[in-house]
């Protein structure tokens, strides 16, 4: 018997028609969850629209014994994220976890780089995460419980000729930060994933290889998936955080700040801060914020310290 059961719930996945979506949606199912499958079917750099891969996972998720729909909205427009969610109350009458994965990809760097590539990621990765987010949070605030997972990537990291792709990913993480205080109060927890698995997007083959090629990295799809799950399922401890999963390792990644130097002698120049470089760099005591108002409290606390020599009356 299965510990961790979705059985009750209804999950939607965003790009599920192929590769690591597709991997989501068929665990979930697997466990018990009704599933939406959306998919545009479009190519891996955003063009074209196809039917066939969302419905084709529902098919194997009911050969499977599942429950499963498919939905093929445009998760870049607001209309396409109500569209999805209302997809999700329509079929299985409500929605519990929503599985952000849809994404696209066209490599582009400084100075080739253009708006409109910058302005499609972010369409497809940043807003298409608020739409459906925002469509499904009246549904989570209703019933008081929500399980959201948004996909960031490594990516943000940087490459030369990922800019947009990059920027796109990172402004997911400030998306599921802010999304996690809002739903604190209303048993919504918002977490990201960070995959690791050689998709197409990821400079793999359209089809994945279905086990190991001697002298490469095997990093499938399937990999990443419980980690998904877990961030998904009702017993998810953390709110608010990024994980990254694939070819059988699950880490934590996270966003710190050094303890720094604190200048007290007046206003500081540009020489103190020169002269106490290695200070403001040093990652010896450093600390995760928790939110921007942790932040500030640590970055401000010299400011509130006791003056030398006072003491309370």
């Keep these: 018997m299965n510990e961790f059961s979705f059985e009750g719930r209804v999950a939607v996945v965003t790009g599920a ?35 066939g891969p969302a419905q084709k996972v529902v098919e194997e998720i009911v050969a499977a014994g599942g429950e499963a729909v498919a939905d093929t909205h445009d998760v870049s427009t607001p209309a396409g994220g109500r569209a999805i969610v209302d997809t999700a109350i329509e079929h299985f009458g409500r929605i519990d976890i929503l599985v952000n994965n849809a994404g696209i990809i066209r490599w582009a760097g400084l100075p080739e780089v253009d708006a409109d590539n910058l302005e499609r990621h972010l ?26 997972v948004l996909t960031t990537s490594s990516g943000m990291f940087g490459l030369d000729n990922n800019l947009s792709y990059a920027a796109a990913k990172a402004g997911t993480v400030g998306l599921a930060r802010s999304a996690k205080l809002a739903g604190e109060p209303h048993g919504i927890k918002v977490n990201l994933i960070a995959p690791a698995a050689m998709t197409r997007m990821g400079g793999g083959p359209e089809e994945e290889p279905t086990e190991p090629v001697s002298g490469q990295p095997y990093m499938p799809s399937d990999a990443v998936a419980p980690m998904v799950a877990f961030l998904a399922h009702e017993d998810c401890p953390v709110n608010g955080e990024i994980y990254t999963a694939g070819a ?11 303890e720094g130097y604190a200048h007290e002698a007046g206003p500081a120049t540009v020489e103190d801060v020169a002269a106490h470089w290695d200070t403001i760099n040093d990652e010896k005591g450093y600390y995760v914020p928790s939110d921007l108002m942790a932040w500030s409290g640590a970055f401000l606390k010299h400011q509130f310290a006791p003056i030398a020599g006072s003491a309370d009356s």
């Design 17 to 51: 028609g192929r590769g690591i979506g597709r991997a989501h949606a068929r665990l979930l199912a697997e466990r018990g969850a009704k599933v939406v499958v959306n998919d545009l079917g479009g190519s891996m750099d955003g063009d074209g629209w196809d039917a």
């Design 123 to 148: 369409a497809v990765h940043l807003l298409g995460s608020f739409n459906t987010l925002r469509a499904a949070w009246p549904h989570f605030v209703e019933q008081r419980y929500g399980r959201v």
């Design 248 to 258: 059988g390792r699950f880490a934590r990644l996270f966003i710190a700040s050094t």
